[in-house]
């Protein structure tokens, strides 16, 4: 996506931090926060606030996670201070390393790691954070491995 259509999404509100492309984001990144509340940089997130100060921070809408090196950790939302929604992780490089979904701030629905290549790795199935399903293994070409408990 180019830096255009992405801004042009941003102040629409419609692009979410999980929609966001890793390499592009740190320190110059705009989040679409909610009415009353405000975007903050802490140096290890980009978030938006709901009242108080950061130490009583109440998460509230999109978030970015930042590495020591200033490259994206993890993208996604929070709603009433709890991970909800999908996300997405990263490493130090931008490789993505996982995805999961999350409802209440527990695991909810599908966590699914990938090898270095981008391949799925792995992918456990979860309802308010208990896992529900056996978990599937596959290997760096993607053909599965495994499916265990």
């Known amino acids: 996506m180019n830096k255009l259509a992405l801004a042009v999404l941003m102040m629409s509100g419609v692009a979410m ?10 320190s110059t990144v705009k989040l679409s926060c909610a009415a ?7 140096g290890e ?4 606030n ?3 100060s950061v130490a009583t921070e109440r998460l509230e809408g999109p978030y970015v996670g930042l590495n020591k090196n200033g ?3 993890s993208r996604g939302q929070y709603l009433a201070g709890g991970r909800t ?8 490089k931008g490789i993505k390393t996982h995805e999961i979904d999350f409802k209440n701030d527990n695991f909810d629905g599908q966590r ?9 790795k792995a992918v456990e199935v979860y309802a308010r954070g208990v896992l529900t399903a056996p978990v599937a293994t596959f290997d760096q070409l ?8």
């Open 71 to 73: 490259t994206v950790h």
């Open 112 to 120: 699914v790691e990938f090898h270095p290549n981008g391949q799925k």
């Open 17 to 26: 931090a999980a929609d966001l492309p890793a390499p592009q984001m740190g």
């Open 142 to 149: 993607g053909a599965p491995i495994t499916v265990a408990r």
């Open 85 to 92: 929604g999908h996300w997405v992780f990263f490493d130090e």
């Open 50 to 52: 709901r009242g108080g």
């Open 36 to 42: 009353g509340s405000k975007q903050v940089n802490d």
């Open 45 to 48: 997130g980009i978030f938006c």
